[in-house]
T-cell receptor
Framework: DTGVSQDPRHKITKRGQNVTFRCDPI?????LYWYRQTLGQGPEFLTY????????KSRLLSDRFSAERPKGSFSTLEIQRTEQGDSAMYLC???????????????FGDGTRLSIL | AQKVTQAQTEISVVEKEDVTLDCVYE???????LFWYKQPPSGELVFLIR??????QNEISGRYSWNFQKSTSSFNFTITASQVVDSAVYFC????????????FGTGTRLKVLA
């Protein structure tokens, strides 16, 4: 168990640029989640995948955000035309899947900190 | 509406004191799950405990204990004989799955344990 890894750890970009983050979940986990966390707040759910299927998207996820998990392993989160308000820590988590419940603990990565200049 | 409230923004205690972190939740679902996570200064959220809505048994794990009371919609977390390494932000979270999936975190309580 090598844990959830996210890349890059920190991304600084100018407003209007596109950015892409990568998440590698724990290998045997088939659920993968993306969250956004701003200073002093708890993580906010963005979207989740079960294998390669994106099953849920939060209303927080505007049209500028897109996530993929093409082979049911790693996932990417892309933000197009970044805005100041996109500055945050983007967290990825993975979990195993038992039945239809979501009660399995999520294992989080260290996050990607996005700073928009 | 689904909601998690952690009213204590920051708590400071002296090492070896006991401390309780409060968590109050709101949901209309009868089936839900409650979690506590720890976020140390390094940033990675670490799972501590899970409870489902049908299991009101309190739990003790070493210096940690959890008190789940459906009657008051609370899921409080107590650290006994706190240590400096307990310093972190602690998040309570609620998962409900009726309708759309919702995983709702509280705003967290920052615990500072002073030597």
């Amino acid at each position: 168990d090598t844990g959830v890894s996210q890349d890059p750890r920190h991304k600084i970009t100018k407003r209007g640029q596109n950015v892409t983050f990568r998440c590698d979940p724990i290998s045997e986990h088939n659920r993968l989640y993306w969250y956004r966390q701003t200073l002093g707040q708890g993580p906010e759910f963005l979207t989740y995948f079960q294998n390669e299927a994106q099953l849920e998207k939060s209303r927080l996820l505007s049209d500028r955000f897109s996530a993929e998990r093409p082979k049911g392993s790693f996932s990417t989160l892309e933000i197009q035309r970044t805005e100041q308000g996109d500055s945050a820590m983007y967290l990825c988590a993975s979990s195993s899947f038992v039945g239809s419940s979501h009660d399995q603990p999520q294992h989080f990565g260290d996050g990607t900190r996005l700073s928009i200049l | 509406a689904q909601k998690v409230t952690q009213a204590q923004t920051e708590i400071s205690v002296v090492e070896k004191e006991d401390v309780t972190l409060d968590c109050v939740y709101e949901t209309r679902d009868t089936t839900y799950y409650l979690f506590w996570y720890k976020q140390p200064p390094s940033g990675e959220l670490v799972f501590l405990i899970r409870r489902n809505s049908f299991d009101e048994q309190n739990e003790i794990s070493g210096r940690y204990s959890w008190n789940f009371q459906k009657s008051t919609s609370s899921f409080n977390f107590t650290i006994t004989a706190s240590q400096v390494v307990d310093s972190a932000v602690y998040f309570c979270a609620l998962i409900t799955t009726s309708g759309t999936y919702k995983y709702i975190f509280g705003t967290g309580t920052r615990l500072k344990v002073l030597a």
